[in-house]
């Protein structure tokens, strides 16, 4: 046989209807991919919700130091005596922004979801490899979440010795009262946060190697699916470190020893500690840090491939240059942590060889930038929301990789480390690309998460109001950091040549509010479309991938007959003579004769021959 | 009736708790009910925006329903909208880089020249690659938008199926990779050029030791015998702040000072070591930032080559002053850990370096067992009781260290 039929009456032990789903099961305990997906997306959603209030409430203090908001002492209370942020809490607000936004927005509400989503609908398999496990994930994550939250309720506060924890700063509760229980909460959340990530993880690379479909060979996978796969790999082994380095820590908090800490003394108290090195802690930390920074970006650069693709209606170009420069990152990634270090006084060596790789890993990161204008070449584009924030990260990932480039030489390294030029640099490459990869991933797939379309003229004004105001937001910063101003200060008030930037940032302050009011467009569009927007069709992007083969009501088990086989790559768009400007993954290369390509047989003779047959065959017709 | 009873009881509690919150908020000075008002306007006002959007957006379902009925094709082309969007947003864009770069990039004169030797080489190597990244921002923004608006959606044409091809996908693996070289190379000689110094033992460096904790910088000059002497965080009292070992003869002459004064044309050599939490000692104008980490010291040589009154008539700025951040987060206070730091010309230098005290006082001989001069005891009986407060502080600290040590 060579189409697998939709419409096929059989149904195997997974079909839907064969057990008795209640409420729990369905909604909370769910081991069904597709809602682990939807659980880790609203999750995520609501974690950046509060991460983006975090980051008002700094931009406020920073706009207007001086002045004094009685309203923020009736929501925070002490933290806000008087009306204004202590600096306490604002190393409180920079820190767990950070964290929230990093970890359990663009690792697990990013990753998290569209893994869960994607993985098996586009190889094709019926649920992950392990649907306990997979479960088991979010609700470690939502822990994390939960407990990384409870700490705003303590005496002392939440951590804030910056999202990367130096120690000492973080070990010693005596140099912040954040580094009480707060930190041990961090800590803790964080321990519960790598081992969702580790068990998410390991799923998703056992999923896609072991699960794939009949006919889904590796160079058949969507660019997705790669993405993810690669994402995952990353994950699995980086976070382990952390979580060494994380133990290590707590051991050095509350057991008195000293793997971070020697010769210290705060006031005339000297600390008993010996022979340990903050350095240490630096080194564990981002030997996950930097490829984290890879496991935000690498599911963002992945979902905005199959988005442009899709809908510039051309086959991406060079899918495998794609595919081996995300190798490429993925390799090198590992191999450049130091570049967030030349400053520590690390062996100025070191620093030299950091640099060499950081600026090597630039070129995969170019080849993928121009693949993506190449694919936008000669296209036919479609302006769905979901293309807009594919263009939107293109913009992003250029303006903030470039910016790398200035922050991976170690000689420019001296005079930026830690200035705003970095804070600009991240926010760009990392922050705004990647939640505009996980932004375009939502409107791509909200129909087939939810069975239903979006408003695509609110997501124009969503992505219109958003993508401009980023870039307001974050442009002006490197000049601020090209000046010398550090970041994470609380008060630009103190320093006689950081006044000029006080109205910078006050413009820098209000564009960052209206982003985070367009963002209402969103939530508004993204809550009332669940339940009020047009019903979807199957396939509403007219997509080659497997996902949309699938009934846009939802079973467990995704397929109601057999998992259709896959006979091509899921790049077929606009191919010269073929009927439609798409062909689906599951069309053999029988049913298309009029537009294979010698290409398309991978050197098979005998599929060749009876192309040439046909086409010798048909010759007289077509002319 | 149960019920009724339960919601009045609640209703009367929650009454009660208001009474309470209005009794706190009357205690406090700040009259809320401006700020109330304000907050609600702000609320009303972007309610109000919902609204109108709402509107419109329901004008325009109206408008494109109509025309379905009437059989016309789509009224508004969204395709050609955000197309027309992206090509204003490219051109407003460009301008706007521009803005920055003239309007921003002027904002920070004062950081144009840089004030030291090697920071001179650090602002050619980031020219460069501004050069090359402004460029390569331009263009592919330009590819980016024009592609966006050129090859917006139409019925009329095809996309045109062109899945790979290999030679340019080798030119641009290729052509950034030897950009990226040059830019390595020239990096790492710049890199190399600021930490590997070849000492000139006719111009050694003045070592000058900064010691950073929350939230200031101690600094330590070698005195005449150019030697900063050893210190050992365990020897730190309240009257011996940074744990200077007396017994090394080199400490003997180093000296305290208020401001961090460095003359013109002369390498110096700090030395960088932190109490507390890691700092990191930050001087933007010379190109110069290296962390201060407890437990380990690490070096930071340069040459300063603009004084600070030269620098003064380049900018036209009577105020101006070189300055020593803290750039790594170091507590509540790390946004104001200041220093004031001068270049002078040597004269000016040597003059300023008799004027400042050493580390060694009376009280300190007497802790580490030194001779006392004589001609220093009148000044001790200027302040009689200060010493005595100061030695009885000692007392308490050599106590407290003994009761750690123990």
Redesign the interface.
Known sequence: MSTISLHDTHHDDHGHGHHHETFLTKYVFSQDHKMIAKQFLITGIIMAVIAMLLSILFRIQLAWPDKSFPLLETFLGKWAEGGRIKPDFFLALVTIHGTIMVFFVLTAGLSGTFSNLLIPLQVGARDMASPFLNMLSYWFFLAACLIMMGSFFTQTGPASAGWTVYPPLSAVPKAMPGSGIGMTLWLVSMVLFVASSLMGGINYVSTILNMRTKGMDLWKMPLTIWALFLTAVLGILSFPVLVAGVVLLVFDRSFGTSFYLSDLVFGTQILPNEGGSPILWQHLFWFLGHPEVYIVIMPALGISSEIISVNARKPIFGYHAMVYSLMGITILSFIVWGHHMFVTGMNPLLGGVFMITTLIIAVPSAVKTFNYLATLWRGNIRFTPAMLFAIGLVSFFISGGLTGIFLGNASLDINLHDTYFVVAHFHLVMGSAAIFGMLAGVYHWYPKMFGRMMNPKLAYLHFWVTFICAYLVFFPLHFLGLDGVPRRYYAFTEFEFMNKWLTVNVFVTWSAIIAALAQIAFLFNFFYSMFRGKKATQNPWNANTLEWTTPVEHLHGNWPGEIPTVYRWPYDYSKPGAEEDFIPQTVPFSQTMSSNLPHDFEGNEEAERIQKEWEAANKPVTE | MAALAVLFTVFTSANAFAQEAAAATTAKP?D?GP??KN?IFYVLM?LLL?LF?AIV?KA?KVYELTRETQGKPEGIN??T???V??AL?LIV?LY??YW?YSV??K??S??HEAASEH?Q??DE??KL??I??TI??IL??I??FA??YF????DQ?????????NT??KI??IV??LV?TL??LK??L???S???KVEDPKNRPISIEVTS??FLWDIRYAGPDAVVGKKN??L???IN?L?IDFNDKNSLDDLMAEEIVLPVNKPVRFI?TS????H?F?M??F?????T????T?YFEFTPTITTDEMRTKLNDP?F?Y?L????????????M?KNVRVVSEKEYQEWLTKQTPYLTNDLRKAFNLPVPVEAAPAAEQAPADTAATAAKVAL?VN??LA?KK
């Open positions: 700040v809320m700020v109330h907050a972007f919902c959007i957006g325009l969204w395709n909208v955000n197309a969007i992206f947003f864009g706007g880089v920055e921003h990039g904002m920070i004062h950081m920071g080489r650090i190597m980031f690659t501004l090359i990244t390569v921002f592919t923004h590819v980016l592609f966006a090859y917006r959606a139409s044409r095809k996309a045109y199926y062109y899945p790979h091809n340019i996908e641009w693996t950034p990779a990226l830019l390595v990096g790492f710049t890199w190399r600021i930490f590997y904790s929350q965080y365990k730190i009292t309240a702040n744990g960088l109490k507390d939490v890691i990191s930050y933007p104008h190109r110069v930032q290296l962390n980490v407890p437990g380990m690490s105020k002053n300055i951040l803290c750039a790594k987060i170091c507590g509540a206070n790390h946004f104001n200041q600290d407290n260290q750690l």
